[in-house]
């Protein structure tokens, strides 16, 4: 279980085999088999540098990127969030069942920027989709190749996973994602 998570009434789900602790978890791994995005369950778990072990649910590796579920966002996971990123240099995306922030590091050396909404793009050099924040660094999280924002084409600000995207099933993440010119 992740650190901080109080959420009693996650039911594990199976997905390709691996029991997720939750169906959003479940849900996640679904948008990202659509976006072609290689994912790896629980991989690793890391020494926080307040000492505490954490263990953020997937691994984005061509990414780099980290992502964390949770049904209910609490002010103890965007502080996770904040220091796991000063601590990897990696980065990481907290999503709810409400919403979705993006953490990197921007700013000042060693700053680490918890924006409020995620961002979709498509890479024209390496051709593969990625995550940025709706500010910040938009270059390809893949291969580094930067087009300005050209790339980004999908603003999921406040992304609601539940009203806004009824990811129950894969051809409803079809649907959202041919809404938002996505092609799968
Ligand atoms: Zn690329």
Not at 20 to 37: G, H, P, Q, W, Y
Not at 49 to 71: C, T
Not at 78 to 97: A, C, M, P, R, W
Not at 101 to 123: R, S, T
């Amino acid at each position: 279980m992740s650190y901080g998570d109080k959420n009693i009434f996650s039911i594990p789900t199976v997905y390709k085999g691996i029991e997720m602790r939750s169906k959003l978890e479940t849900k996640v791994a679904l948008f990202l088999d659509a976006l072609k995005i290689k994912w790896e369950y629980e991989p690793k778990t890391f020494l926080l540098s307040n000492g505490i072990p954490y263990k953020p649910d997937f691994y984005l590796s061509e990414a780099k990127q980290w992502i964390e579920v949770k049904g209910v966002v609490g002010k103890n996971n965007h502080g996770i969030s904040e220091l796991f990123v000063k601590d990897t240099q990696q980065e990481l995306i907290l999503i709810s069942s409400e919403a979705v922030w993006f953490y990197e590091l921007f700013g000042e050396p060693g700053e680490v920027w918890g924006q409020d909404g995620l961002q979709v793009g498509k890479c024209s050099s390496c051709g593969n989709y990625f995550f940025t924040g709706p500010y910040g660094i938009f270059s390809c999280r893949n291969c580094g190749t930067h087009e300005g924002d050209h790339d980004i084409f999908a603003l999921l600000q406040n992304l609601s996973w539940d009203d806004e995207i009824n990811f129950s099933c894969i051809k409803s993440i079809k649907s959202w994602l041919k809404r938002y010119k996505v092609k799968v």
